[in-house]
């Protein structure tokens, strides 16, 4: 790879709330700069690319055509193929969000298409830079609860608000977008992953829910489960256990919250918020961004490869086909 | 004066059994056995009553029996105080197999003793507003549950199957499927299981994540594991996430405790200070041998089957790695 431009310009595609919250912390970065913002409501772009100074486009092919080293993909799921590809082939670094994409198939595609290019893809597995997840690990490693065996692992949140979000055939769904980050940390931490199995609601078709329940036994033997909400009151909550033969770790990001903020509304009924602020340079985003460009620099694989987040894809996708099966499945490519 | 007999103090619940008992004014303690002469001594020592060297001693002189022994004792001791026409409160699970379960429920009918199972956690306060706000329509159709009784190893003969029947499954399985049982007034249908040994390294499963299939549809993972550690602040927990199609009520059944530090031991544990779960049941066995009428509350000799119905289908799914059917016995 030839060395990338000082700064390094990045342009960001896809202006939601993803592709906001990158420009946020990539115009944080060192040396960096936010070059270009492309989304086909253009208005949505120009809000981001304004304040940072960067040029704003109606079209990923415009921004393609522009002097940016590196990308950012921040559009829906299922058009994260496409776009990656056409990043790769126009020569850019990319980083995409999470999951890769809808299929092991799309992913493998995506995978070959950063070969060719020679160019680094990396993807937004962003739970492994949220500081409480990377320190159980570290704590794990370390050998602080002994040989790990038994682990729990909670996400909830909101139900999507985007109609995209919610429609499985363009988000994957409960399974492949929320999930996704538990069974990236799962391998990450205990390695190949050789039966899953599931149970959802999403076959229900419910207004303003989807559930699942995942068992996941790794080929070392270490078994985990998985909660996952979407529509639950409250915000966001996550929560992990990972027991081993000599002790057990714990998580409930309802018990790290730093700030308690209690207040009386005008109408004399009160609001009680909670919060847990990190400084600007450990938020996660930040972090994940920080590495994507570091290892493009030193010309060095990402810290999360597509063949890692293709795996994850292939245990979502296995959960699934439980799911709709009733019966454990062996998550493709996890040959051990 | 109710009089009760204790049949063997192997299973350590006997204690807090023993305290409720000994706490209520028409209740006496008419005698104990145990096949540990030691434990016989040591526990009628600490329960202040006799301890006797035969089963048919204490059925001599009691009303009822409380079952506190191994668990594959239970359908021997089961059918002596049947024979006897005592009325039973057996500790779960009610057997290590769905025969042997099955056996002990017919036998106490044929007797016509009324044979209930140690199911404490229907008498929990919470448990108790859960249901209640479930009937009264709080949660709309119930969707989904995710329970957990986690647990230290017990060790000792728990972790001995030819005395326990199993491990953490065994041990763990049953107080949650019995929630279940009485919160979605449904039998399950199958089970899938993930089973193994890697807390403990034991030939006997420490880890268990069972996925339970009602008949209604609604499903529930039960997390049946002894993950808790030795340094951990108290045994273990209960805990069910009930989802609806209203909203969401997570019960942590044991939570309301304190948090002690206690420099002298170079402990932090908690203190648990609510409603006692055995109180209830205790109270609930005595009412049912005064009147001589089943009781309602607390579980019977077929509920117990069911739980233990669950288990044996969970120990299969565990080597087949397939969902099983629960075969009823």
Same mark, same amino acid.
Request: aromatic content about 6%.
């Given at each position: ?8 310009r990045?342009?960001i595609?896809? +202006?939601?709330h993803? #592709? /906001?919250?990158?420009?946020?912390? *990539?115009?944080r &970065?060192p040396? @960096?700069? $936010?070059? =270009? %913002? ?10 981001? +690319?304004?304040?940072? #100074? /960067?040029?704003s486009?109606a079209? *990923?092919?415009? &921004?393609?055509? @522009?002097? $940016?080293? =590196? %990308?950012?993909?921040a ?10 590809e ?5 020569g ?6 999470k999951?890769?994409?809808l299929?092991?198939e ?13 160019r ?22 370390s ?10 692992l909670?996400?909830?949140?909101r ?22 980050h ?5 391998r990450?931490?205990f390695?190949?992953v ?11 078709r ?17 078994l ?10 409250g ?6 256990e990972?027991a081993?033969?000599a002790?057990?770790l ?5 018990l ?14 009160g ?5 847990a602020?990190?400084?600007?340079t450990?938020?996660p985003?930040?972090?994940q961004l ?37 019966q454990?499945?062996?998550p493709?490519?996890?040959?051990v | 004066?109710?009089r009760?007999?204790?049949l ?31 434990r ?5 020592a600490?329960?202040?009553?006799p301890?006797f ?9 009691c ?7 191994e ?10 105080a049947?024979?006897?026409g005592?009325?039973i ?7 290590t ?14 007797a016509?003793?009324?044979l ?7 008498f929990?306060?919470a ?17 989904a549950v ?6 230290q ?19 763990h ?7 279940l ?10 089970v899938?299981?993930?089973a ?9 499963d420490?880890?268990?994540f ?7 549809g609604v499903?529930a ?26 909203g969401f009520i ?8 304190t948090?002690?530090?206690?420099d ?6 908690y ?47 565990a ?11």
């Amino acid at each position: 790879m030839e060395n990338v431009s000082s700064p390094l310009r990045l342009g960001i595609v896809g +202006a939601g709330h993803i #592709g /906001a919250r990158h420009a946020l912390h *990539a115009s944080r &970065l060192p040396d @960096t700069v $936010v070059a =270009a %913002v492309a989304d086909p409501h253009l208005e949505k772009a120009d809000a981001i +690319a304004r304040p940072l #100074g /960067a040029v704003s486009y109606a079209s *990923a092919d415009a &921004l393609l055509a @522009t002097e $940016v080293d =590196a %990308v950012i993909v921040a559009v829906p799921t299922h058009l994260h193929r496409t776009l990656s590809e056409q990043a790769l082939a126009a020569g850019k670094h990319v980083l995409c969000e999470k999951p890769l994409a809808l299929t092991t198939e799309d992913c493998d595609a995506l995978i070959e298409a950063a070969e060719r290019a020679n160019r680094t893809l990396a993807v937004g597995q962003v739970l492994r830079f949220f500081p409480e997840y990377e320190h159980a690990r570290r704590r794990m490693e370390s050998g602080a609860i002994g040989h790990p065996a038994a682990i729990r692992l909670r996400r909830a949140g909101r139900y999507p608000e985007t109609p995209w979000f919610a429609d499985e055939s363009q988000s994957g769904g409960l399974l492949l977008d929320l999930l996704i980050h538990e069974f990236d940390f799962l391998r990450w931490c205990f390695g190949p992953v050789t039966r899953v199995f599931a149970r959802t609601l999403s076959e229900r078709r419910l207004p303003r829910l989807d559930y699942a329940l995942v068992t996941v036994r790794h080929a070392n033997g270490v078994l985990a489960h998985v909660e996952g909400v979407w529509g639950e009151p409250g915000g966001t909550h996550t929560a992990f256990e990972i027991a081993g033969d000599a002790g057990l770790l714990t998580h409930d990001s309802h018990l790290t919250e730093t700030l308690r903020t209690a207040t009386w509304r005008e109408d004399g009924t009160g609001k009680v918020v909670f919060s847990a602020p990190l400084m600007p340079t450990d938020d996660p985003y930040y972090r994940q961004l920080a590495a994507f460009v570091d290892r493009i620099r030193r010309n060095e694989p990402p810290s999360v490869s597509a063949q890692d987040a293709r795996q994850a894809v292939a245990i979502a996708r296995a959960a699934r086909e439980s799911a709709r099966t009733g019966q454990p499945v062996s998550p493709e490519g996890e040959n051990v | 004066m109710i009089r009760i007999g204790l049949l063997s103090a192997a299973h350590l619940h006997i204690d807090s059994y023993a305290a409720q008992l000994r706490s209520l004014p028409q209740v006496a303690l008419t005698g104990l056995w145990d096949d540990d002469a030691e434990r016989r001594t040591r526990k009628a020592a600490e329960y202040g009553c006799p301890a006797f060297e035969s089963v048919e001693a204490v059925l001599d002189r009691c009303d009822a029996v409380v079952i506190c022994s191994e668990n594959v004792h239970h359908p021997t001791l089961t059918a002596q105080a049947a024979r006897a026409g005592r009325t039973i409160l057996c500790e779960k699970p009610l057997a290590t197999t769905p025969e042997n379960a099955r056996t002990m429920v017919d036998l106490c009918a044929e007797a016509g003793v009324s044979l209930y199972t140690a199911f404490p956690c229907r008498f929990s306060a919470a448990f108790q507003q859960l249901i209640k706000m479930v009937r009264h329509g709080d949660l709309g159709e119930i969707l989904a549950v995710r329970g957990t009784n986690h647990g230290q190893c017990p060790f000792g003969w728990f972790v001995d199957p030819a005395l326990s029947g199993g491990g953490a499954v065994m041990d763990h399985t049953v107080h949650v499927t019995d929630l279940l049982r009485v919160l979605l007034g449904s039998e399950c249908a199958s089970v899938f299981c993930e089973a193994d040994s890697g807390l403990l390294h034991g030939d006997f499963d420490d880890t268990g994540f069972l996925t339970l299939n009602f008949e209604n549809g609604v499903f529930a993972t039960l997390d049946a594991s002894w993950s808790r550690p030795k340094t951990f602040p108290t045994w273990g927990d209960v805990t069910l996430g009930v989802v609806g199609t209203k909203g969401f009520i997570e019960l942590d059944m044991f939570r309301q405790q304190t948090m002690v530090y206690d420099d002298r031991r170079g402990t932090a544990t908690y203190g648990g200070w609510g409603s006692d779960i055995d109180a209830g049941l205790i109270r609930a066995f005595i009412e049912s041998v005064e009147t001589g009428v089943p009781h309602s509350e607390i579980a019977s000799g077929t509920d117990g089957l069911r739980a233990v119905e669950v288990v044996a289908a969970a120990y299969r799914s565990a080597d087949t790695h397939r969902p099983e059917a629960v075969l009823r016995a």
